[in-house]
Nanobody
Framework: QVQLVESGGGLVQAGGSLRLSCAAS????????MGWFRQAPGKEREFVAA????????EYVNSVKGRFTISRDNAKNTVYLQMNSLKPEDTAVYYC?????????????????WGQGTQVTVSS
């Protein structure tokens, strides 16, 4: 089991930046693929980014490529999402998730553990 706690959300103007953090506790953090998802009001949960256990492989949804960066520090049991050039359409609750497999996945159902989410609001 692993417990995940997100932080770093908030209100920011369009064009601004935020860095989300997700702290993990429990089983060895480095054995999990980590992902970030988001859910806007009235919409389904959407894949944002994922990173392999060692951090050498990443995937992003097209809409955030070049603006968002996922990273992890296995020594600190933390995964990050650096979000730059934010747009109003990035407004959502952002969730981190852990997958107890070695393959990355863009499917929410493939992830075993979830945080409680952190709100990101981008004003125009």
């Amino acid at each position: 089991q692993v417990q995940l706690v997100e932080s770093g959300g908030g209100l920011v103007q369009a064009g601004g930046s935020l860095r989300l953090s997700c702290a993990a506790s429990g089983r060895t953090f480095s054995t999990y693929v980590m992902g970030w998802f988001r859910q806007a009001p009235g919409k389904e949960r959407e894949f944002v980014a994922a990173m392999s256990r060692s951090g050498d492989v990443t995937e992003y949804v097209n809409s955030v490529k070049g603006r968002f960066t996922i990273s992890r520090d296995n020594a600190k049991n933390t995964v990050y999402l650096q979000m730059n050039s934010l747009k109003p359409e990035d407004t959502a609750v952002y969730y981190c998730a852990a997958r107890d497999q070695w393959l990355l996945s863009r499917s929410a159902t493939a992830y075993d553990y979830w945080g409680q989410g952190t709100q990101v609001t981008v004003s125009s």
